[in-house]
């Protein structure tokens, strides 16, 4: 077995080019306790450490990882943690970086919840999570633009970003089928030659040689049939095990179940990061499942944003209020904890399995075209979703109350507007101003707005 403290042997040595296990072990752990803010802040750390300050991988390789793992379904940071963990150090390095890259979140996710489930609605701690919220709903209009500058740079681009706003908000329109459309859309317009589906080149290979891990190759990263057949059973086993096991001990009916089969479904579909898996989330964990309130769904992502780790973790938090509320023979807390960890489990299992069964077959699609395209139009499509998740957390942060308008199939949840919660709505515009006219940073602002819940509570407005 490798070792990985400091003394790792040669052959360890020899397989990260010069970077030990033991090395490695803890630039991701210093990553993994820096991955606050977000996808984008995720990947700005891992690119400040990797490429600028430890030079183990080049620009323009980091970027085309990036551009995979931006394809795959999940979270793309977390993702991109595992693949450069496994080209340095084969599977042992992925599943340091990748497990290193969520622990923290785990550990933080699973005490914030269980705060919450038992004292969240009272006092102090209600008022901590009513400033949170507003903090949120800047937040998500930030990521929102973000997103909107790098993806929406031609006017088919922004006819798919409105036309996947609309489906969604107006006609429910699946997530997993809008991300297909806009997918197809962008693969036939690349395959048409349509330069609106182009997308730019990124980095400079001559600038491999800089970077650690050179030019070539390493040879486990060439394809290999009997590598991918073994990595993709045994993957497969790891992430769908747990899940069978649940359903012949519990049945179909059971929470448990119901958590494994969504969260399976949803570690598939969730194509466009972590804001476009929580438009997912939201709708069906809120709409269809029941098992979280609006109001707390947006409590459980004030809770992600606030602690290192991917913003997706929120997931966990779903899980345990789900299994919490419908403890069956255990505790409700020893049931939402299991609930917690089994979401996180089917959540990030599969994200293994499309880094070491695919990642081999990644030089592949450096030029693919069509594929960049279909890429370029799920990003645009992204946008629409992101628009009707802000819209979603807008609506049910400032309104207590919202009712269905609508008319043969096609409708919207409005706010009731006699519902106005004034100071939910102040908070909000605060934060607002505070990210957009002063820039203050995520962590300030969400720091900022839990302070002023704290003081409406003492002052009586709350």
Not at 90 to 114: D, E, K, N, Q, Y
Not at 369 to 378: E, F, M, N, R, V
């Amino acid at each position: 077995m490798t070792e990985i403290p400091g003394g790792a042997p040669a052959a360890a040595r020899a397989a990260g080019h010069g970077v030990t296990l033991g090395e490695a072990f803890r630039v991701w752990w210093r990553i993994a306790c820096l991955s606050f803010g977000g996808p984008a802040g995720q990947i700005a750390v891992m690119h400040r450490i990797l490429v600028d300050e430890k030079k183990w991988i080049s620009e323009s390789r980091f970027l085309h990882a990036l551009n995979y793992c931006m394809l795959l379904p999940g979270p793309e940071a977390q993702q991109l943690a595992t693949y450069v963990g496994w080209l340095m150090h084969r599977t042992a390095g992925g599943l340091m970086a990748g497990l290193l890259f969520i622990l923290p979140g785990v550990v933080s996710i699973m005490a914030l919840s269980v705060i919450y489930a038992l004292w969240g609605a009272v006092g102090l701690v209600g008022a901590v999570f009513f400033g949170l919220k507003a903090a949120v709903l800047a937040i998500v209009v930030e990521a929102l633009l973000r997103v909107s500058k790098r993806g929406l740079k031609s006017g088919v681009m922004r006819g798919i970003a409105a036309a996947a706003f609309v489906a969604i908000f107006f006609f429910s329109v699946p997530f997993p089928v809008i991300v297909l459309g806009a997918g197809l859309i962008g693969y036939i317009g690349a395959r048409l030659g349509n330069p609106a589906f182009a997308a730019a080149g990124h980095g400079d290979a001559t600038r491999d040689a800089d970077s650690l891990l050179g030019s070539d190759l390493p040879e486990h990263t060439r394809p290999s049939a009997a590598r991918a057949l073994k990595a993709g059973v045994l993957w497969l086993a790891v992430w769908l095990l747990p899940v069978v096991a649940v359903f012949a001990v519990l049945g179909p009916d059971s929470v448990f179940s119901n958590i494994a089969l969504f969260f399976s479904k949803m570690a598939v579909v969730t194509f466009g990061g972590a804001y476009a898996v929580l438009a997912y989330v939201a709708q069906q964990a809120v709409q269809t499942y029941h098992w979280v309130t609006p109001a707390e769904m947006l409590n459980g992502l004030g809770m992600a944003e606030t602690t290192p780790g991917p913003l997706i973790m929120v997931l966990q938090f779903v899980g345990f209020m789900a299994a919490y509320r419908a403890p069956g023979a255990l505790s409700p807390l020893v049931s939402g904890a299991l609930g917690g960890l089994l979401a996180t489990w089917v959540t990030f299992a599969p994200c293994f399995l499309w880094i070491f069964f695919g990642g081999p077959y990644i030089e592949q699609l450096r030029a693919n075209k069509a594929l960049s395209g279909a890429l370029s139009a799920i990003t645009a499509a992204i946008v629409g979703v992101i628009l009707n998740l802000a819209v979603w957390f807008a609506v049910h942060t400032i309104f207590a109350r919202t009712a269905w308008v609508g008319w043969a199939g096609v409708g919207f949840d409005a706010p009731v507007l006699a519902s106005l919660d004034v100071w939910s709505l102040l908070l909000s515009v605060g934060a607002a101003v505070a990210i957009f006219r002063f820039h203050v940073g995520m962590i300030q602002t969400l720091a900022g707005c839990c302070a002023a819940g704290v003081v409406l509570l003492l002052a009586g407005a709350l």
